[in-house]
C-alpha cells in the first residue's frame, strides 16, 4: 500500500542548512508536498512540487525530488529558531481522488 | 479572521459520550476532510467529503460518522467515545479546481476521552 517514510527528529544549529529527507512508495503521486506544524498550531503548506519537476525554490526552501528512488527533501538554508517545528511530507495521487498520503513528521530542532 | 474554524478546540469527556466536532470554511472550497493525529504518528484520514451529497470514508472511520450540512459545514460525531480516541483531530478543505488542489487546514481540536 501507499506509505511515506521520515526519520522523526533533526537537531541542527542556527544558521547552518536542514535537510529533511522523505521516502514514498506510490509511483503516481502527482503533487508532493511539505506542511509545517508549529506547537498547538494547524498543519501549514510550506510548498509543493509537482510530480515531473526535479527542484523547486523558494527562498530559502529548495525542495528536491528523485522520482527514480521516491525520495523527497526539503533544504532550509539558514536555518532560525523559528524554524522549530514538526514537518510532514505528504503525497497525493490526485485525479478523483485527492487523498493525502502524511509522513510521521519530522521533529526539527534548532539550536541556538 | 481564519479561513478554516475549528470548535471546541478543546475537550475532554468521558467513555460513552457522544461528541461533536464541527469545522466551518469560508474559502469557498468544496471539498472538506477529517484526520486524526496521533503523538508520533502522522495523519490519518478519517472521512471526506467531495460536496454536500458526497462522504467518503477514509483509513479509519470505525466508530466516527460525519455530517455535511452545508458546502461550509462539515461536522465528526464519536457516537460513543472511547479512550483510544483521544487525539488531535484536524479538518481540512481543498478546491477540486486547483491542479495541485492544496489542502488547508483549521487549528485543530484536542479530545480527551477518560
Known amino acids: 500500500g501507499e506509505d511515506v517514510e521520515q526519520s522523526l527528529f533533526l537537531s541542527v544549529r542556527e544558521g547552518d542548512s536542514s535537510v529533511i529527507n522523505c521516502t514514498y512508495t506510490?509511483?503516481?503521486?502527482?503533487?508532493l508536498y511539505w506542511y509545517k506544524q508549529e506547537p498547538g498550531a494547524g498543519l501549514q503548506l510550506l510548498t509543493y512540487?509537482?510530480?515531473?519537476?526535479d527542484m523547486k525554490q523558494d527562498q530559502r526552501l529548495t525542495v528536491l525530488l528523485n522520482k527514480k528512488d521516491k525520495h523527497l527533501s526539503l533544504r532550509i538554508a539558514d536555518t532560525q529558531t523559528g524554524d522549530s517545528a514538526i514537518y510532514f511530507c505528504a503525497e497525493s495521487g490526485g485525479g478523483a481522488t485527492n487523498k493525502l498520503i502524511f509522513g510521521t513528521g519530522t521533529l526539527l530542532a534548532v539550536q541556538p | 479572521d481564519a479561513d478554516v474554524t475549528q470548535t471546541p478546540r478543546n475537550r475532554i469527556t468521558k467513555t460513552g459520550k457522544r461528541i461533536m466536532l464541527e469545522c466551518s470554511q469560508t474559502k469557498g472550497h468544496d471539498r472538506m476532510y477529517w484526520y486524526r493525529q496521533d503523538p508520533g504518528l502522522g495523519l490519518q484520514l478519517i472521512y471526506y467529503s467531495f460536496d454536500v451529497k458526497d462522504i467518503n470514508k477514509g483509513e479509519i472511520s470505525d466508530g466516527y460518522s460525519v455530517s455535511r450540512q452545508a458546502q461550509a459545514k462539515f461536522s465528526l460525531s464519536l457516537e460513543s467515545a472511547i479512550p483510544n480516541q483521544t487525539a488531535l483531530y484536524f479538518c481540512a478543505t481543498s478546491d477540486a479546481r486547483q491542479a495541485q488542489e492544496t489542502q488547508y487546514f483549521g487549528p485543530g481540536t484536542r479530545l480527551l476521552v477518560l
Open positions: 506510490d509511483s503516481s503521486s502527482t503533487y
Open positions: 512540487i509537482f510530480s515531473n519537476m
